[in-house]
């Protein structure tokens, strides 16, 4: 028996959209996270935004690998379809499914160990080949699911749980992104839902390999100042043979600010993120320019929100390969094997 299911029963008064669906349609199981977890944030982003474009829930696959962030297709969209891969991987296997049935909307969600330290090849080579996908990363720069070691996406200088100092350089997963070739770059911090859910929005119209990359932070590993993506933590043990895990719950923290403007972010612990939101005036067509932006603001420590990049004019892996319309899990016998005529004219045209 589960408590983790939530009631079927709901009021008959709740707002539905175009498609007949309520905003419970488009929820899942009950969240397992840290009370105040950023992951959750982002989970309620993506639900809205599905509420908004009037999606159909059976159209949607999302797909995951390992580690905290990964659990978040539980969470939302329990009348879609899923695939929870192993760590690393699932780039590999949203490519697969899509070429199989190019018809659905694939969300890949994933997190900076994910996608920065094990699936790095498998995210570079993913969106260079052109996926048509959005691909979400939960970027908090520790292992959460193992305890709070750092990932390759923590702050260099920044001090572990047990007191050890990150002296590596992290890996920008949004740089990575534009020069791999995705065709729309953005980052959020999840507690921004009026910046994060219109993102949403716009990746899931997009046509090509979409990327975002949410700072949300870890509300029981990442306690330090100095970090970009901390919570506080509590720890207590009674007796060296009982140890005890114990995690405060925390309010979740939410911002509110204008573009073009900067907004130093609180965290529980003391330590500050320093957002800076786009304004209008910023051209997101010019790939080399938005990585200039980026490094500009990086060394003046701030971390850029909003649309970093789109190119107005994306192609995705099937228009590469020229594929057929047709999904290719739906084409029969006679469509794969057309016989020796086909297969003789088709060898005469490469010789």
């Not at 350089?169 to 995705?182: E, K, S, T, W, Y």
Request: hydrophobic share 35%; charged share 20%.
């Amino acid at each position: 028996m589960t408590y983790l299911a939530k009631p079927k029963f709901r009021h008959p008064g709740l707002e539905k959209n175009e498609r007949g669906f309520t905003h419970r349609d488009y929820e899942g199981a009950i969240s397992t996270l840290c009370a105040g977890c950023g992951h959750d944030s982002i989970s309620a982003a993506l639900i809205q935004a599905c509420f908004e474009l009037n999606i159909e829930p059976h159209r949607v696959a999302k797909l995951s690998g390992i580690g905290c962030s990964s659990k978040t297709p539980d969470y939302l969209l329990g009348q879609s379809h899923g695939f929870n891969s192993v760590h690393g991987r699932m780039p590999s296997v949203l490519t697969g499914a899509n070429m199989a049935n190019r018809n659905l909307l694939y969300l890949g969600i994933s997190g900076d160990g994910d996608s920065a330290s094990i699936g790095l090849g498998q995210f570079v080579h993913c969106v260079r080949r052109g996926v048509n996908m959005v691909y979400i990363t939960e970027n908090n720069g520790v292992y959460g699911l193992t305890k709070g070691q750092f990932s390759a996406t923590a702050d260099r200088g920044s001090k572990s749980k047990a007191g050890g100092t990150n002296n590596d350089a992290p890996i920008d997963l949004v740089g990575m992104a534009l020069m791999a070739g995705a065709t729309f770059v953005a980052r959020s911090f999840s507690g921004d839902k009026g910046q994060l859910v219109p993102l949403i929005k716009a990746a899931m119209a997009h046509n090509g390999p979409a990327f975002i990359d949410v700072i949300s932070p870890c509300v029981a590993f990442n306690n330090h100042a100095g970090s970009t993506k901390s919570f506080d933590f509590v720890r207590e043990h009674n007796e060296s043979v009982n140890q005890i895990d114990f995690i405060e719950g925390r309010a979740e923290i939410t911002v509110d600010y204008a573009p073009g403007t900067v907004q130093d972010v609180e965290q529980h612990d003391g330590s500050i993120i320093r957002l800076h939101k786009l304004d209008g005036a910023y051209d997101p067509t010019n790939r080399v320019a938005a990585m200039d932006y980026l490094q500009k603001h990086h060394e003046a420590g701030e971390v850029v929100t909003g649309l970093l990049y789109l190119d107005p004019n994306p192609r995705d892996l099937h228009g590469f390969l020229r594929t057929v319309d047709v999904p290719l899990n739906r084409l029969g016998a006679k469509d794969l094997c057309p016989g020796s005529k086909v297969l003789d004219a088709l060898n005469d045209e490469y010789r």
